[in-house]
């Protein structure tokens, strides 16, 4: 009797001190990825999967991380990226990885690649240090069945876009993106896009909208975006929420409560948004669009017809008066292929050194000079702070990068690509406490993996993928700035992808354990 009562009191024991794991992080205030408070406790990985949380102070490990002063978090997803043709310029991912990130959803603003077998193919092949999902892009596609035409496509163009969504859907493609100010998506019209949105929805696909118009149009855009939503029976998902240019200033409410009414609707609509005051696209929207159409011959030679130069310059002028500006200092270069001399300087500038005039008729006349060289790429400050933080304030906002994976030193990009969560953790959580760390940490994990259904991604459960994130809640910073934009994040410690460490002691460690997440279509 009494060995029979050793057995049942001391066999437990044994069995607990004999948990093993791959890898057992140890002591940190765990958050993980509710919302609801931190809690001291340990998480043990086993083969790219957490398969215990809590206190595990009997378990072994082959490593061990000390997380003792620390928060450990899952993996962050950055719902909104722009990756393509960067991922073998730097498989690495350093400014994602440095900044806590995981996983990234590319695809976005309409622009994609066609053949989405293909391109994850090669994602898979070429083993990023970043999980990859990628949504179909409404521009390209319209491209490839209809060019740059600037008119509605015809019924068997419109079939071609549809096969085409419908192949990227089952290819594993995780929804449609439009991008309504860039060529050709801007010459469609809302019923266009409902046709296509509806085949992605037949795959439980999301429909993310770079909208037609962020500034003086804004409100109709909001509504075109939802009508899309409603129509298709798909969920939305606005990508880069924000009000832009001066005489915009405070409308955040005006556009905020459009979405909050749909939600309370019935609407399954989010938005995301990154945390600075400028914007970062190309040179060419400060054209009008029908300049752009048929293609860059057709745009060349437009743009040396005096008449239509004409035409522009008028445009311009009155869109930079609406902005209340003189000069084009708001427009800053952030890569010129033609003159890299460039990089860095506002079109004022720019126009200056070329020895014209200090006249915004001259610095159009600049603009057009750089478009005929080719273009570029640029960051347009135009947003208000408190617009920002009001918009930031939603709690269906995920905070995301707009951005690719950085060659470092390359070019003047916009900061963003490298401190987008960083800077909401530590200046508006921890300075300007817009939000709890625990709802940050939320709208950086669990929501963007509920919206974009990554069903085992985006909580600190068993079973879950082993993505993440080891940090000082008390030092972590972005360092990036639109003067020296190439400045890693500080203060994250552990980066684990798939249960392999990525980022050690503050420094990547090489590992490149990056996977591909399919969409629900995938056949």
Not at 16 to 42: E, F, M, S, V
Not at 227 to 256: C, D, M, Y
Not at 340 to 347: D, V, W, Y
Request: net charge neutral; charged share 20%.
């Amino acid at each position: 009797m009494k060995y029979f009562f050793l057995l049942v009191f001391i066999f437990p024991h044994q069995l607990r001190a004999q948990q093993t794991a791959g890898i057992l992080i140890l002591h940190g205030k765990i958050i993980d990825g509710t919302g609801n408070p931190w809690y001291y406790g340990d998480v043990a990985v086993t083969n790219g999967r957490i398969i215990a949380t809590g206190n595990l102070s009997n378990w072994q490990a082959a490593k061990t991380i000390d997380a003792t002063g620390l928060t450990v978090a899952p993996g962050f997803i950055d719902v909104h990226t722009h990756i393509e043709n960067d991922e073998a310029k730097n498989p690495l991912a350093t400014n994602f990885i440095y900044d806590g990130v995981t996983t990234v959803i590319t695809g976005n603003c309409g622009s994609s690649h066609v053949d989405v077998k293909k391109y994850l193919a090669f994602i898979d092949s070429l083993r990023l240090s970043i999980n990859v999902a990628t949504l179909i892009g409404h521009n390209d596609v319209r491209e490839a069945a209809m060019g740059k035409a600037n008119r509605a496509p015809t019924a068997t163009e419109l079939d071609s876009m549809k096969l085409l969504v419908d192949k990227a859907m089952t290819d594993g493609a995780v929804g449609f993106s439009t991008g309504l100010i860039y060529t050709p998506g801007t010459y469609a019209k809302t019923d266009e896009i409902v046709a296509l949105a509806k085949v992605a929805a037949q795959y439980n696909g999301v429909y993310s909208t770079h909208m037609r118009n962020e500034s003086d149009s804004v409100t109709y855009a909001i509504d075109e975006a939802l009508t899309v939503a409603r129509q298709a029976n798909i969920p939305l998902e606005i990508s880069h929420f924000k009000v832009g240019g001066q005489q915009n200033w405070g409308r955040s409410k005006q556009t905020l409560a459009m979405v909050i009414k749909a939600r309370e609707e019935g609407l399954d609509v989010t938005i995301d948004q990154y945390p600075y005051t400028a914007s970062s696209t190309s040179l060419s929207t400060l054209l009008p669009d029908w300049v752009l159409a048929d293609g860059d011959d057709s745009l060349k030679a437009r743009l040396q017809q005096k008449d239509v130069v004409k035409q522009i310059s008028a445009y311009m002028l009155a869109k930079l008066k609406a902005r209340k500006l003189d000069h084009y200092s708001y427009a800053v270069v952030a890569y010129y292929k033609a003159d890299t001399a460039m990089n860095g300087k506002s079109i004022e500038a720019v126009n200056l050194l070329l020895k014209r005039k200090h006249t915004a008729a001259d610095e159009i006349k600049t603009v057009i000079d750089m478009m005929l060289k080719g273009g570029a790429s640029m960051v347009f400050h135009g947003m208000s702070e408190a617009d920002v933080k009001y918009i930031m304030q939603y709690p269906f906002n995920m905070p995301a990068s707009d951005a690719g994976i950085r060659e470092f030193n390359k070019g003047a990009p916009h900061p963003r690509g490298y401190g987008t969560n960083a800077r909401v953790l530590g200046k508006y959580v921890r300075e300007e406490k817009v939000m709890p760390l625990e709802e940050a940490i939320r709208r950086m994990t669990s929501l963007p993996a509920q919206k974009f259904h990554f069903n085992n991604r985006g909580l600190l459960r068993e079973g879950f993928a082993a993505d993440i994130v080891i940090f000082d809640a008390n030092t972590v910073n972005d360092l990036s700035t639109f003067q020296k934009p190439h400045q890693y994040s500080t203060g994250f410690k552990y980066v684990l992808v798939n249960g392999v460490v990525t980022l050690e002691n503050g420094v990547h460690t090489g590992a490149r354990n990056g996977g591909i997440l399919y969409g629900e279509g995938k056949k």
